[in-house]
């Protein structure tokens, strides 16, 4: 019986299905195929917050065998085929973290606008199918200062998104980030970050404020130096009542790449010794913890839990649910 | 730097930053929390069809170790909390497929319509926002006749929800469940079910096309008999251009209890031993050819790929992307 799903076994059932007499009598209009996705944005409760995950997009990265840089690229699609993924593209989700803590709309990372790929800048879209506008918007904590995370604060031609909402940066990132000297040794698309981050950043630096990462910037989230994929890039211990949630910024990354093998080093981690510590101290913890974590390339909705296996760990995304 | 995530470590980071001059400075209104889940409405692409997973909502089922006649509740316990669920309730999502032809709108089983738990019943809200009405609908599949898969056909008060759709059931469900003789026999949930079915179909048994599993009965979708939940359970197996993907209805339900454990036999299988073979022979056809997979309480959007272990099967969900 379940060999009738094959393809021949699918044409000689159909063949069977001739005089069943089960084809459809009426005749309608052709039905449209939808031209987009639907909205992506998901609600979950912590404590006395309100969280929401809010889908970007996905930036399908042609890879051609370079984006681990101690893996094979055989390595790789391996991984990627053991995923159910195609090769050579890196399919890279992009989903922020909108924290409700009753009195503050707290965006943790805003997308990339559509400044990126074609496949990525909804986040403003599945806001809106959230039930808010980038007006509402109280504060947004910036993990680190990469194009995917901060471009959304700004539209192509330069206007601000969130007009009302304070921005809140890891001291240490920005003081790498806006240093001139470390720009001048900088080459290839880490350049292109620089310059990023400036065009970004240039005229409302003033209003930036810098956090000390380890300490609690917002009441109920604590700031977690996670450094190595960036020199100050960060996590975020979120709290409230009895529940907690570590948002793991870009720490692991895409889970069947560097969850299952946490000593792979992306292109995109700029010590990729001390991002491979910080990623194994953080994995550990959380799996031993048995911790809620989100992390900003997970698959949407990017919240579940790690387990350690023999050889790496795993990512248990959590069960849809209502609210 | 990773231990200030434990409760104590979060008091002291907060202690720490009493100095950090982090805190916003704006003062504005209470965010109001959400009261409700956002849309569930995830479209893929299968060849030339387009299909919409479409939730109805998670019905949590109180099971005081009872719920898998043959694994004690310690085992299933255990189960759950591998899964990072708690214990003693079964969460049983529900999400119903979708599929658009290009010609027809053709719906697999059709939800709880709220006649089961208040958390359930939402499959015409996000079929809204997938852009559809009811009265769009061509055709409903359904994979057997227990209350979750067929009461989306009627209203609490008894109108017809999807005027326009032509209704096909399996035949030899069909004949189980209206046969007075079977009904006569039954007791307890089961006999509910008899009453059910007849409740939905009293008045429209004459407009209920009947299908053989193992034929084409839509084009495009061969049904394939998976007798063993119930006498007529049906899975289908759907097919445009050189895509295909099995639907395969209530053959593995929970895939952290019943992938995992295949052989374990949920109180629902009508016949545990029969419902056994159907799933290992379809668990192994699945991962052996890697087949895209759909089942309906799988987690939302209830797709993906199976892969074998040691063990047993593991579920790898799909991930969520752009169409």
Redesign the interface.
Known sequence: ?????S?RS?LA??A??AG???????T?A??P???????????YRLGDF?L?AL?D??WFLPIDGKFVTNASGAEVNEALAA???PPDIM?I?ITALLV??????VLIDCGSAGQIAD??G?LNANLA???HTPD?I??ILISHLHPDHINGLRTKDGGKVFP?A?I?VPEPEWTFWMDDGNQSRATGSVLGYFRNARRIFADIAKDV??????????PGI?A???YGHTPGHTAF?V?SGTQ?M?VMSDTVRNPELFARHPDWQPIFDMDGALAVT?RR??LD?AAA???LVGAYHF???AC??MIKTATGYEL????????
Do not use: C
């Open positions: 019986m379940i060999t009738q799903l393809r699918f059932a159909a069977l299905a069943a007499a089960a084809w459809p009598r009426r309608l052709a039905a195929l939808a031209t987009a996705q639907g909205p992506a944005a998901y609600r309100q929401t889908y997009g996905t995923a159910f993924l399919p989700s409700n803590t009753g009195s503050k709309l496949t990525a909804f199918a959230a039930g509402d109280d504060i009302n304070q809140l404020q810098r956090f000390k990462p380890g300490a609690e910037i917002v604590v977690v130096p996670a211990s709290q907690s570590l910080t101290r953080m913890r913890d048995r911790m698959p949407f909705p579940g839990h248990v995304p959590s069960m849809w649910r209502p609210l």
